[in-house]
């Protein structure tokens, strides 16, 4: 069943870049996607387009076969985005309050919203945090934050931008280990990164852009030998392939 579809995606700005071009992608329910690409490949601009944060100049997004752009409401509940840099998406003075952000925006009653906002931070192992300032928190734990924000949403797609930029190796352990589970938990993951070499052992599939355009996708054990050509590193392959590529274990 597909879940999310770009249709001939394009985003071309004010000043004339065009950030993505006629970008054609089915995302299945429950599949994790790795979307990799070199820097201003147009990565961010497309994930922005796909909880409806940015229009398309031409072409449409479709989640579950209606038109995203007629219900931006639902879409910004149901496909919850992790910024890249998430740090800047903190708004509460406790990490309680910071959770129970997003609920309250959608008129949810106060005890509903304890209710979401204690499951969410259980989810992520925060819950020892909740009364915390979470500027307090360490650099995994504020991804973490970024991570209980946006299931207190309840969503169904989950967008990851560059979630382990700037975090130690515990720190990227703990977030990806956090994706793993929410894949499990049966969320559609979309994990937008360079680094391969962590994750791609999870991934069904494999994507990446280059000059706002898809140039690769498909099983990660057939494309990876092809990133290369893309400013992308070739990882390290050993013996075990592509199923060994992950800082789980
Ligand atoms: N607000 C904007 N105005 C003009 N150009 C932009 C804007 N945001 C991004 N771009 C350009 O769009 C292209 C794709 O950017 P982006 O999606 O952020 O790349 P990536 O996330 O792959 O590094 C880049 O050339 C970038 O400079
Ligand atoms: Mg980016």
Redesign the pocket.
Known sequence: MIILQAEKLTHK???G?V??KDIDLAISEGEFIVIA??????????ARHLNGLLKPTSGKILFFGEALAKNIINARKQIGLIF?NSDSQIVGQTVAEDVAFGPENLKTSASQVAKIVAEALEAVDLSQYAKQNPQLLSGGQKRKLAVAGVLAMKPKVIVF?EPFTGLDYPGVRQVLKQLVELHKSGHTIVL?THELEKTLAHADRLVV?DK?RIVLDGLPEEQIYKVAQYGIRLPEIGERGVGAMTWLS
């Open positions: 700005f004010p000043d870049t950030a993505i690409g070199s820097n201003g490949s147009g990565k961010t601009v497309f890249q931008d937008i852009m706002g």
